[in-house]
Each structure stands twice: as C-alpha cells, then as structure tokens.
Nanobody
C-alpha cells in the first residue's frame, strides 16, 4: 500500500502562484496530479514518470510545472498564472503503470483545495 499526502493548497488571486506537494510513502514509478472542480469530471493535469517523461493537459501547458524528487519521494506541482478556472480540489495519484492523464492510477491522496479568485 502506498500513502500519498498532499499539501500546499490555498486561496490566491488570478495571476498568482501556488506550489503543491505530495509526499509518497515509498518510491513509485509513475505519479500525476488530477483536479476536480464542482460539477465537473476529474481531470488529469500533469503526469511524470520516474525516468523523466512528462505530460501536461493542454489547459495548463506553459503555466504549470510538474517535478519529482526521487530522494524524498515528493511530487511537486508549481502553478503560475493561475486562473479562476483552475479552482478545484487537486489530487495526487501514483501507480506502477503509466496511465498518463487517465484517472486509473491505483493510489490516491485525499486532496488539497485550490481557489483562484478574479
């Protein structure tokens, strides 16, 4: 069993930045960030493989950066130029299978709220 704990959410004005972190209980090959806005489906935001492959949703390309620190098993999402449309609960996910941005990861955190005001 892999435990994932997110942190770093909060409230920010449009144009601002936030940095999300996800601490994993063990080293795992593939990790990703998802988000779910009220009334919407869960959406893949960014995914990263331990060997370096990265995928982003079109909606966040150029604004968000995903990274992983293998030494500490910590996944990070740097979010810049935030927009009200980025408001959502953000979840960390992990698996030994490369699901890219599909919500099929086996392990999930409990989420951290991001709110962007205009």
């Amino acid at each position: 069993q892999v435990q994932l704990v997110e942190s770093g959410g909060g409230s920010v004005q449009a144009g601002g930045s936030l940095r999300l972190s996800c601490a994993a209980s063990t080293n795992i090959a593939y990790m990703a960030w998802f988000r779910r806005a009220p009334g919407k489906e869960r959406e893949g935001v960014a995914a990263i493989a331990s060997y370096g492959r990265i995928n982003y949703a079109d909606s966040v390309k150029g604004r968000f950066t995903i990274s992983i620190d293998s030494a500490t098993n910590t996944l990070t999402l740097q979010m810049n130029s935030l927009e009200p449309g980025d408001t959502a609960m953000y979840y960390c996910a992990a698996d030994w299978v490369w699901w890219i941005l599909l919500p099929k990861y086996k392990y999930w955190g409990s989420g951290t709220q991001v709110t962007v005001s205009s």
